[in-house]
């Protein structure tokens, strides 16, 4: 990512506050654009500067299991992921929402439905980008939704078989 990426919509307050939670040094006196400098230097992908708290914690979670990975997303993962974080934050704001209404009012049930809705879109995005569910398979390892998908598809091909019948 270049500096000019990491500062623009930035403060240089955001862009300190960034470096510091990377464990990388710099100085509040520093100029923005060096700041921005050292972020680029240490491969900091930072995310997009419009994602609130929520998406930026996910989109630090999604840079760490990337880097666990030894992985990068392609150009349409990233724009999928940048669209999860993104939902990560609708979906805080309407969950604060609907913790100040009252459920008995019309608006809490429209709020409700939206809030499953965002949770739907979200699971979506997660399995279109191909991130792995948390489940572990046999040996362990996360599972993707493809590769859950195929090892369901055997099992019941080896299931009806065993039973005797022919497909």
Same mark, same amino acid.
């Given at each position: 990512?270049?500096?000019?990426?990491?500062?623009?919509?930035?403060?240089?307050?955001?862009?300190?506050?960034?470096?510091?939670?990377?464990?990388?040094?710099?100085?509040?006196?520093?100029?923005? /654009? +060096?700041?921005?400098? &050292?972020?680029? $230097? %240490?491969? *900091? =992908?930072?995310?997009? !500067? #419009? @994602?609130?708290?929520? /998406? +930026?914690?996910?989109? &630090?979670?999604? $840079? %760490?299991? *990337? =880097?666990?990975?030894? !992985? #990068? @997303?392609?150009?349409?993962? +990233?724009?999928?992921?940048?669209?999860?974080?993104?939902?990560? =934050?609708?979906?805080?704001?309407?969950?604060?929402?609907?913790?100040?209404?009252?459920?008995?009012?019309?608006?809490?049930?429209?709020?409700?439905?939206?809030?499953?809705?965002?949770?739907?879109?979200?699971?979506?995005?997660?399995?279109?980008?191909?991130?792995?569910?948390?489940?572990?398979?046999?040996?362990?390892?996360?599972?993707?939704?493809?590769?859950?998908?195929?090892?369901?598809?055997?099992?019941?091909?080896?299931?009806?078989?065993?039973?005797?019948?022919?497909?």
């Amino acid at each position: 990512m270049l500096s000019a990426e990491i500062s623009q919509g930035r403060t240089k307050l955001d862009l300190v506050a960034l470096a510091t939670a990377a464990g990388i040094e710099v100085r509040p006196s520093w100029p923005k /654009g +060096r700041i921005a400098d &050292a972020l680029a $230097a %240490a491969g *900091l =992908d930072v995310g997009p !500067a #419009d @994602l609130g708290a929520d /998406g +930026r914690n996910l989109w &630090a979670a999604v $840079a %760490a299991w *990337l =880097d666990d990975q030894d !992985a #990068d @997303l392609d150009p349409h993962e +990233r724009v999928l992921a940048v669209e999860l974080c993104r939902s990560a =934050d609708r979906l805080a704001s309407i969950r604060r929402a609907l913790a100040a209404i009252d459920p008995t009012e019309a608006a809490w049930a429209r709020l409700a439905s939206e809030e499953r809705q965002r949770g739907l879109a979200m699971a979506r995005l997660i399995s279109a980008i191909g991130f792995p569910t948390g489940l572990a398979d046999e040996a362990g390892v996360g599972a993707t939704p493809r590769s859950r998908r195929a090892q369901t598809a055997a099992q019941r091909r080896w299931s009806a078989q065993r039973a005797g019948v022919v497909s």
